[in-house]
């Protein structure tokens, strides 16, 4: 069954269109890549997704249409997202970060929030718990105390993680995750990235200029160049495909140099 499916969908910003007639499926509890070169359309169709830009054609998120949701909207539908430039609050700890994911889920309302009811404080105490949880997972919770902008580039990255986990998505949006990671941390994403999916039973849709990453981790890529798809299939036929190599090389690939390029 189709977790995402993208049918003719396309996005015009003034002349400019962005993303060309681009059709793709994602299986559920797939890890699935969106790459290409820069300015190929990979972050737009993130933001069309999460309902950041209008579009034509059909996007459906198990079996919903996501056409005029607003984000807040798909958000509660099950689909959570990093992003390719951090945004975390900087005045905010690290716990704190985590925490702001998870209003939705509250069961205290704002009468018992004011009243100081026994259920806000269990669910404070829950929440509380949760969020430990899963910093722990991105080997954070000795930091959660700290202000948010005293992590490191990579740690950032895995804290925005951490706070769209806590929204419980049954998709995850990852926009450049191993941005700023060196080799060794970045064998350590693949590793969370694969965990997450098995132990939390989600969808995870990847976007990544590091090949140590998508080669590793995806079962399935899509690829995009100046908004148009130009090859789709499993890692091994990707990094051999003439048409992808062009792309990212920025000049034609002969027939059978691609064996040697890879």
């Not at 069309?48 to 919903?64: A, K, N």
Request: aromatic residues 6%.
């Amino acid at each position: 069954m189709a977790a995402l499916e993208l049918v003719h969908v396309s996005k015009r910003f003034g002349g400019l269109k962005a993303v060309s007639d681009v059709s793709f499926t994602v299986p559920e509890r797939s890890i699935f890549g969106l790459i290409g070169p820069n300015g190929a359309g990979k972050t737009t169709v993130f933001n069309l997704v999460t309902g950041v830009y209008d579009f034509e054609g059909t996007i459906t998120f198990g079996g919903t249409s996501l056409a005029g949701k607003k984000p807040a909207d798909i958000a509660r539908l099950g689909i959570g997202r990093t992003f390719q430039n951090i945004r975390l609050f900087q005045s905010l700890t690290v716990l704190e970060n985590v925490l702001v994911a998870c209003e939705k889920r509250r069961r205290a309302h704002l009468g018992a929030a004011l009243l100081r009811s026994p259920l806000f404080f269990r669910d404070e105490a829950d929440m509380r718990e949760q969020a430990m949880k899963l910093l722990a997972i991105f080997k954070l919770e000795h930091m959660a105390e700290e202000v948010s902008t005293s992590l490191s580039y990579g740690n950032q990255r895995r804290l925005e993680i951490a706070r769209a986990m806590m929204l419980k998505p049954k998709m995850l949006l990852l926009d450049e995750p191993a941005a700023g990671m060196n080799y060794g941390e970045a064998e350590g994403l693949k590793e969370q990235i694969r965990w997450l999916r098995d132990e939390f039973e989600i969808t995870v849709v990847l976007v990544e200029h590091n090949m140590q990453v998508v080669m590793g981790v995806c079962e399935d890529i899509h690829v995009l160049d100046h908004g148009e798809t130009i090859a789709h299939g499993p890692p091994e036929a990707i990094k051999k495909d003439p048409k992808v190599l062009a792309a990212y090389l920025g000049e034609e690939v002969e027939p059978g140099a691609e064996a040697a390029a890879g």
